[in-house]
């Protein structure tokens, strides 16, 4: 077992056809004294586990169910096999089929119900987990009735935890959906709706439709893999080495990023129009509020944030300190986990009409006691620290 210090090397492992790694985008990458462990608390197979200070990555337990993915709050990890581009094209297709009830369903169930439903009408996933709030309210956005979510027997699965992401999901999503007036709902139900079941249609066979969407989906899967390994061979590479190091910008910031996934629930939202003037309390968005006497003036925060939610600001006339963006944050509270004086905290409720308004906070800050660029700034920054007059320059 390695240190969760190694975490850094312990990630890429992840990488397959099924998850693509953003080493950089990764909180605890970031900084090691950020505490995000979600990635292996919601893991379905123990793939990735984290005991006693110790993380342990398993990449032969994998199932590619997404669950990691759909958890993770910087998007440091992608699920395929479906990607969500595809996922929401055929929840599309199947809606069509279902006069606007949009059925996803986890393969343990569908496969007990081979021949018993119309495959046109449900989606297949691994695990409900792979579910997450973007593909629900795009579907709203796109005039879908109602989506249900068919659990097989959970409690009893190897792979329950992924049971609940899907209702931590479904309750997130209908608190979005709710607030921005759309009818749509999202429920999780132990059984296949009737208008799912297989019409008796003589000309319809259910086998041989069966088997040939699943030859589809294992043609699509090592098409994946052999062109990715006739890539390497033609560029002459093993594998592509995500840098070890990150180049911090102008600003002295790490890079920034916001997930695609954000975007497009954002996208989604504003498809729906105005939403009610409510504070909501969700997994996705946080507020981000510093005490101005207990800051030390070191942006530590605006450093390591991994979307930019907090940055730098400075005018000419030297007023410097962060702003902070509520609908930039992804609530993967690195900020509050590296606040060496623990003057910032992060409140569970966000103004909903912020989030589409792009509303800024801004927090001034007081001067630096000790600031970067003194000759004698780690000589006076030393007495501080150490609390004595005896410390000498030389």
């Not at 693509?20 to 793939?47: D, F, L, W």
């Not at 297709?93 to 119309?118: F, K, M, N, W």
């Not at 059984?191 to 319809?204: E, I």
Request: aromatic share 6%.
């Amino acid at each position: 077992m390695s240190h969760v210090t190694n975490f850094f090397g312990l990630l890429e492992q992840l990488q397959s056809a099924d998850i693509t790694v953003h080493q950089n985008r990764c909180a605890v990458v970031r900084n090691r004294n950020a505490t995000c462990m979600k990635c292996a608390e919601v893991c379905t197979s123990g793939c990735i586990s984290y005991d006693d200070n110790e993380l342990v990555i398993a990449p032969e337990k994998c199932i590619g169910c997404g669950t990691c993915a759909t958890i993770c709050p910087t998007c440091a990890l992608e699920a395929h096999r479906p990607d969500d581009a595809e996922l929401l094209q055929s929840c599309l297709s199947a809606c069509a089929q279902a006069d606007g009830e949009v059925i996803i369903a986890c393969e343990q169930l569908l496969s007990a119900a081979e021949g018993l439903y119309d495959p046109e009408k449900v989606v297949g996933v691994a695990c409900l987990g792979r579910v997450e709030e973007s593909l629900l309210v795009s579907l709203a956005a796109q005039d879908a009735a109602h989506v249900s979510l068919v659990r097989a027997k959970c409690a009893s699965c190897a792979h329950a935890v992924g049971h609940d992401t899907a209702e931590l999901v479904c309750a997130t999503a209908n608190t979005l959906l709710e607030t921005w007036n759309s009818p749509l709902r999202a429920s999780i139900v132990d059984k296949l709706p009737s208008l799912a079941r297989l019409a008796q249609d003589k000309g319809y066979d259910a086998g041989r439709r069966g088997f040939f969407a699943t030859m589809k989906g294992e043609a699509k899967n090592a098409a994946v893999t052999t062109a990715d390994y006739a890539v390497k061979d033609a560029l002459g590479v093993e594998e592509q080495q995500a840098p070890k190091y990150v180049k911090v910008t102008k600003d002295g910031t790490l890079p920034h990023f916001i997930p695609h996934r954000r975007e497009r629930l954002l996208d989604a939202l504003a498809a729906l129009g105005e939403p009610q003037d409510v504070m909501i309390d969700t997994r996705l968005w946080g507020h981000v509020v510093i005490e101005a006497d207990e800051c030390s003036s070191c942006q530590m925060c605006a450093t390591f944030c991994p979307t930019g939610a907090i940055a730098k600001f400075k005018e000419e006339d030297g007023t410097f300190g962060v702003e902070h963006r509520p609908s930039a944050c992804v609530k993967c509270r690195c900020c509050t986990d590296i606040c060496p004086e623990d003057a910032l905290w992060l409140s569970d409720e966000v103004f909903a009409v912020d989030l589409l308004s792009n509303a800024v906070e801004r927090y001034e800050m007081k001067p630096l006691k000790n600031p970067p660029g003194n000759p004698h700034q780690i000589y006076r920054s030393m007495k501080d620290l150490i609390g004595i007059d005896q410390v000498y320059e030389r």
